[in-house]
């Protein structure tokens, strides 16, 4: 079964750090696209972060300068290192990925989230 995994959230207070993990698992041969996004009760659920296997990489203005998204490759793991947070980075936060499968099909998968809370 091919599935993300997210952890690394939790509570944390205004000014600190958190570091989110995304592991992709199942016959999988790489990560092509992959992405972070946050929602919030009542809201659309927002791109922060995403990128490419060729190397190129997107922010939200929100979050420029302070957030850095990352992976490795041989564990199939993308990261989202979240520095100087504010309360109003509080949300789910979801990884997405395009997946290569070891039957050379793509797949797209979204990871089940994980809770940051930013207390002021």
């Known amino acids: 079964q091919v599935q993300l995994v997210e952890s690394g959230g939790g509570l944390v207070q205004a000014g600190g750090s958190l570091r989110l993990s995304c592991v992709a698992s199942?016959?999988?041969?790489?990560?092509?696209?992959a992405g972070w996004y946050r929602q919030v009760p009542g809201k659309q659920r927002e791109l922060v972060a995403a990128?490419?296997?060729?190397?190129?990489?997107n922010y939200a203005d929100s979050v420029k300068g302070r957030f850095t998204i990352s992976r490795d490759n041989a564990k199939n793991t993308v990261y989202l290192q979240m520095n100087s947070l504010k309360p109003e980075d509080t949300a789910v936060y979801y990884c997405n990925a395009l997946l290569l499968l070891s039957n050379y099909r793509e797949y797209f998968a979204w990871g089940q989230g994980t809770q940051v809370t930013v207390s002021s």
């Open positions: 990128s490419t296997s060729g190397g190129s990489i």
């Open positions: 199942g016959r999988i041969v790489s990560i092509n696209t």
